[in-house]
DNA sequence: TCTCAACTTGTACGGTCGTACTAGTACGAC
DNA sequence: GTCGTACTAGTACGACCGTACAAGTTGAGA
């Protein structure tokens, strides 16, 4: 990820292997004045790194991706900001951390949604049915979009959001054939889009005609 | 405009009748070192504002809407920092000025495809070919979908996402009914997004016969 | 028990940001 | 002319940012 959004950014500097552990020389950091150091928490790498991913995702959700720091993800966590950088190198490393984590939870639903339309005597009634549930969830819809709209703008963010799109397309395609799986792609993400901006639930029923239209050539 | 997309914000203070003349008491302004003032320009206020919209507009285009600042603009206009703050007291109201550009030349836009669907002997094909035509301006494309994914957000900047919106609607309706254009635009904002996450072109022929599916109810 | 690297925490630097403000200038009203 | 003010230009402040780093702590291995 070169630049996910839309941030005054600073590339790390050059030289860091993986994590620099050099003390190297520098200016000395300061003691607090006199406040108390917080008690240090048990050691649990994983579970840091894990917890940050999860609070990086519910930052972008609440915020958008370009209002995320590593600051807001560290407020988030309850961690300290220090710890956001150990594990995450850069914030655009933190921010796909956060985004993998997201995509994962949508790799899962495409396994239901698979499974869903298996047993689907109607497929575009079935198909409308998990559009509109998938609507009922705002934030994830949001996240979507704006990752596809940073992804126009930025090609490291393309792979994720082509991720999206495939997996998508694999679960479709085999139930409508490859140019209404196109269309109705196209029209979710329309509705998607919309929905969004004006805040209206779709008709399930209008959804399903329409689908229907598509899918019987 | 409230917080247009993502980016820490104040609010100019409360005070402020408009651009506030009272010289007020402050710190002093220190005068350059000893470099010259620029020489100052003619007086021409509708043109400076013109220009900073214009401006605006370019950065959003270029950098985004959360990339966009009052120093990013006055740079493209060439123009001081100080000017931007003059004609445009928050920042949300430059981005506003920029995107009603945006409208406006969208405005005569829709005038001109009014009239193409007037004089359409098929008009699946005919609106094949706006959807086409609108999607060879990819950076356009990409200001419409960053506008409507922060309308999500930002209320303040859902009239301008819902007035891209209606003049759309009452294009097409009169051509394809109630039904058909909702479906075909939401197909057009799918296609569109689609077409900026992947880069590819949209198939004339595909999108004309999906239009034509859509519509012949 | 000691060692030491991995980990935790807090702070610092240099930057950009929005916005407030001072100071200088052009130009219409008189 | 001269005056007043709308406009132009430049700078300052305080905030937040990404990132670098030092210092404290833990716990596995010798």
Redesign the pocket.
């Known amino acids: 990820m070169s630049e996910s959004t839309a ?7 050059d030289r ?1 292997p993986a994590h ?2 050099s ?10 004045a006199d ?1 108390e ?9 994983e579970a ?1 790194r894990r917890d940050l991913a999860a609070a990086a995702l519910e930052v972008i959700s609440e915020s958008g991706l370009a209002r995320t ?4 993800v560290a407020a988030k966590a309850g ?8 594990y995450f ?3 655009d490393d933190l921010i796909a951390a956060g985004l993998q984590l997201a995509a994962a939870d949508l790799q899962s639903d495409f396994e239901v949604w698979a499974e869903r339309l298996r047993t689907a005597s109607d497929v575009p009634a079935a198909v409308a049915g998990l559009i509109v549930e998938y609507l009922t969830d705002r934030q994830r819809a949001q996240i979507e979009c704006e990752l596809y709209v940073a992804a126009a703008r930025d090609p490291a963010l393309r792979p994720l959001a082509m991720a999206w799109l495939t997996g998508m397309r694999d679960i479709l395609e085999p139930h409508l054939g490859r140019d209404a799986t196109r269309d109705v792609m196209a029209l979710f993400d329309g509705v998607t889009l919309q929905a969004l901006i004006t805040g209206h639930d779709v008709d399930r029923e209008a959804l399903t005609a329409t689908i229907r239209r598509l899918t019987t050539g």
Do not use: K
């Open positions: 941030r005054p950014r600073r590339r790390r500097s860091d620099d552990d003390p190297a020389p520098g200016r000395p950091a300061r003691r607090q406040g150091r917080r008690p240090q928490r048990a050691r649990d790498p840091r720091s590593h600051r807001a961690l300290p900001l220090g710890a956001t950088t150990y190198p850069t914030l």
